[in-house]
């Protein structure tokens, strides 16, 4: 699909051109999607929990900078987006119906519950949830307003300002208590490096 978009653009999108593409007929299409537009929906949703696994990974790592960490994801979801700009463009677009932009703020949402639950563990689960719920829209809200301005940012560029919005109590210190036999200073740290990348290595 993100090939027949780039190709011949969002207007050539149809359930039996996608259909095609992967070899599927459209009542196999429709076995597993409802649209096209829920086929993007999932795209994203992979996306998200991929990289909200490798961002969940490096935060539990001694010394790590959870900011730094939490940016390079961004960065790398904000990256699949704007590589396929046009078809996000639509699917976020508030002229589309469905609920697409609430269901992305849901998913983006889940994807952030953990890590307000690692910070807030004291927190009962339904602020937890209008936390993460807040923050996800905020995210959204932010890259839906970025793709329909017409503005050319990088995606570290959007990220950096994203990151912005999002409240500073995130990024507090370890998860876990001096106490604990894998708190930061309980353990040699000398061959421990901060990049989040190096997580990716080992996924």
């Known amino acids: 699909m993100k090939r027949l978009v780039k190709a011949e653009g969002i207007g050539a999108v149809s359930v039996t051109r996608v259909a095609q593409e992967a070899g599927l007929s459209r009542s196999g299409f429709y076995e597993h999607f409802g649209s096209v537009d829920d086929l993007t929906l999932f795209v994203l949703d992979d996306l998200l929990t991929e990289i909200g696994n490798l961002d969940r990974r490096a935060r539990v790592r001694p010394g790590a900078d959870t900011r730094a960490i939490s940016m390079f994801a961004l960065e790398l979801v904000l990256e699949a ?51 993460a719920a807040s923050i996800g829209g905020a995210l959204v809200g932010g890259i839906v307003h970025h793709l329909h301005s017409g503005e050319c940012r990088t995606a570290h560029e959007l990220a950096a300002e994203l990151m912005m919005t999002l409240p500073d109590w995130l990024y507090e210190g370890s998860v876990q208590g001096p106490g604990d036999p894998a708190s930061p200073t309980n353990v040699d740290q000398s061959h421990q490096s901060n990049d989040p990348r190096d997580v990716r290595g080992q996924a």
């Open 81 to 131: 987006i704007l590589d396929n700009r046009q078809l996000f463009e639509h699917i976020l677009s508030p002229e589309v119906s469905g609920g697409f932009i609430g269901r992305t703020i849901e998913r983006f949402g889940a994807e952030i519950q953990p890590e307000v639950r690692m910070v807030r563990p004291d927190w009962p689960e339904s602020r937890v949830a209008l936390t």
